[in-house]
């Protein structure tokens, strides 16, 4: 688990340095090399030995492909396949935190305000992203925002709370990934975008023995 942390940590800086000096090679080294640690630390977590952990995992593989995807510029195919692949991705996890119970207070009350946040995002990006592109988008946003209230309900009902602050910060990494894809390209998305997707996923993969431990306790 350590090594998968200090691979994450290392891979992570590095990829912001390559952003910083446009290097595309270094870009998808550091990306990939950053990406893999997550799967890693999930399988040094005990990712098949639960179903909670196979569920996580999944969701997991689903986005180091849409990592993958995303490596090309622009908004090209590639970028559309790994919308779709993070998607499902969302849905792994979403399915995963259900699986851990929901308390349904939680779950109406988070799923109201993280709502209310996705219709804002969806109006702040609507007048820029392109029409062949606004079905996905749109769907992607209602789907992390299913995954994030389903996280706060799994909290609240006794999960970790790593669980949610991995969910949020995925959530919050996303809309760096949209103003950079859609809205302002800048180097200030990947700085502080790539730290929080990457550090949600390390914590994403970390609850998986966090939940082993509390199941046997």
Known sequence: ????????????????????????????????????SFLAMAFACGALESTYGRLLLTGLVLCWIGDACLLSSGRS??????IGAFLLGHLAYAIAFHQLGIHPGALLGAALVVGSLGVFVLRWLRPH????FRIPVFCYVGVISLMVAM?????????PMLLAVGAIGFAISDV??????FVQSGFINPALGLP??????????????????????
């Open 151 to 159: 996280s706060i309900g799994a909290f609240v009902a006794g999960a």
């Open 196 to 217: 929080s997707y990457f550090g949600s996923q390390i914590l994403l993969a970390y609850t998986i023995k966090l939940v082993a431990i509390s199941s046997v306790a």
């Open 176 to 181: 760096f990934v949209a103003r950079e894809r």
């Open 1 to 36: 688990m350590n090594a998968a942390l200090v691979v994450c940590a290392s891979a992570v800086i590095c990829l912001v340095i390559a952003e910083w000096a446009q290097s595309k090679t270094a870009k998808a080294a550091a990306k990939m090399s950053a990406a893999s």
């Open 129 to 132: 992203v392109p029409e062949d």
């Open 77 to 82: 195919l590639a970028f559309l396949i790994g």
